[in-house]
C-alpha cells in the first residue's frame, strides 16, 4: 500500500520560514520524482516545486516562478522523505500543499499519488 503523509504546516507570520516534510511507503522512492503543489480556497492546484528522479543531487529541479529564491524542494533518498523548506512567506502561500509522487515511462506517466495534504496560513 502506497503512502504519501505530509508533516510540517502550521499558522506563521509573514516573513517566517516553514519546513515541510513528506514520507512515502510502498514505491521504490528513488524511481520517482517528487513533486509538491498547493491549492488555496476558490484557485486550482498548482504545482510549487519538482524534483527529478535519479537521486538527491542529480535530478532536475524546477519552482513556480511565484516561490523562485524563496522555496527549496529537497529530498534524503534514503529516509524516503522529501522536504520544501519555504521562507519568506507571503499570505498568497496560505493554501493546503500536497506531495505528489510521479513516475513516467518515455513520457506517459504510470504510478501518480498524492498525500493528504497539510495546511499552510500566513497571517498576522
Known amino acids: 500500500q502506497v503512502q504519501l503523509v505530509e508533516s510540517g504546516g502550521g499558522l506563521v507570520q509573514p516573513g517566517g520560514s516553514l519546513r515541510l516534510s513528506c514520507v512515502a511507503s510502498?514505491?521504490?522512492?528513488?524511481?520517482?520524482?517528487m513533486r509538491w503543489y498547493r491549492q488555496a480556497p476558490g484557485k486550482q492546484r498548482e504545482l510549487v516545486a519538482h524534483?527529478?528522479?535519479?537521486?538527491?543531487?542529480?535530478?532536475?529541479?524546477n519552482y513556480a516562478d511565484s516561490v523562485k529564491g524563496r522555496f527549496t524542494i529537497s529530498r534524503d533518498d534514503a529516509k524516503n522523505t522529501v522536504f520544501l523548506q519555504m521562507n519568506s512567506l507571503k499570505p498568497e502561500d496560505t493554501a493546503v500543499y500536497y506531495c505528489?509522487?510521479?513516475?513516467?515511462?518515455?513520457?506517459?506517466?504510470?504510478?501518480?499519488?498524492w498525500g493528504q495534504g497539510t495546511q499552510v496560513t500566513v497571517s498576522s
Open positions: 505528489n509522487a510521479l513516475r513516467a515511462v518515455r513520457g506517459v506517466v504510470t504510478n501518480d499519488y
Open positions: 510502498g514505491i521504490t522512492f528513488t524511481t520517482y520524482a
Open positions: 524534483l527529478g528522479s535519479g537521486g538527491a543531487s542529480s535530478g532536475v529541479i
